[in-house]
């Protein structure tokens, strides 16, 4: 099960949004919708930011959106703030032989 | 609070022995699927592994990088889950992380939440 792929960097200006994106094959992001997205700081542990595409958990900002379409899930951030600046990874459920598989990451720069 | 904590980590030769721990507090342990996730240094999330609760059959489930070497086990009396890693190689060198499926209202859930603070293994001679 090869690795979902995400662009390596993406960077946007305070107050700006900027989308990331997640594509996968029809075996995993295109036949279910179990995609998740974390937020990784550096030496820290991932944190979940969205899940199922679209659900946020309590306690994510509204900022942070997340859709999909075919194989493709994107991750949107809205009102870009300082904080956002993290790695971001997808996740999606592959079927019963290896169940889950992450996308390769991709590093968000805030100008 | 949710709280998951690894340790077991450390430094062992090419084709040694290591097993590693994941005490979880503040949930229903029994009730949840736990998962082991890796992160070499500078690189991405690779998923290793899960057991699945007593309710499930303890069912087990490995990527294929580590099939064959690695055993997913837990205790749920003492409310912590193992990885147990044999034939261990220079590129399963990494952080290794312990998260969960969360039990919730509709049943498993499909995603990670939280995660722990990982411990570093480092396989070298």
């Known amino acids: 099960q090869s690795a979902l792929t995400q662009p390596a960097s993406v960077s946007g200006s305070p107050g700006q949004s900027i989308t990331i994106s997640c594509t996968g094959t029809?075996?995993?992001?295109?036949?279910?919708?179990?995609v998740s997205w974390y937020q990784q700081h550096p030496g820290k542990a991932p944190k979940l930011m969205i899940y199922?595409?679209?659900k946020r958990p309590s306690g994510v900002s509204n900022r942070f959106s997340g859709s999909k379409s075919g194989n493709t899930a994107s991750l949107t951030i809205s009102g870009l703030q300082a904080e956002d600046e993290a790695d971001y990874y997808c996740?999606?459920?592959?079927?019963?032989?290896?169940?889950?598989?992450f996308g390769g990451g991709t590093k968000l720069t805030v100008l | 609070e949710v709280q998951l904590v690894e340790s077991g980590g450390g430094l062992v030769q090419p084709g040694g022995s290591l097993k590693l721990s994941c005490a979880a507090s503040?949930?229903?342990?029994?009730?949840?699927?736990m998962h082991w996730v890796r992160q070499a240094s500078g690189k991405g999330l690779e998923w290793v592994g899960r057991?699945?609760?007593?309710?499930?059959?303890?069912?087990?489930a490995y990527a294929a990088s580590v099939k064959g070497r690695f055993t997913i086990s837990r205790d749920d009396s003492k409310n912590t889950a193992y990885l147990q890693m044999n034939s261990l190689k220079t590129e399963d060198t990494a952080v290794y992380y312990c998260?969960?499926?969360?039990?919730?209202?509709?049943?498993?859930?499909?995603?990670?939440?939280?995660w722990g603070q990982g411990t570093l293994v480092t396989v070298s001679s």
């Open positions: 057991i699945r609760s007593k309710a499930n059959s303890y069912a087990t």
């Open positions: 029809s075996s995993d992001v295109g036949s279910y919708n179990l």
């Open positions: 998260t969960r499926h969360p039990l919730t209202i509709f049943g498993v859930a499909n995603w990670f939440d939280p």
């Open positions: 996740c999606s459920y592959a079927g019963s032989s290896t169940p889950w598989v």
């Open positions: 199922e595409v679209s």
């Open positions: 503040g949930f229903t342990f029994s009730g949840s699927a």
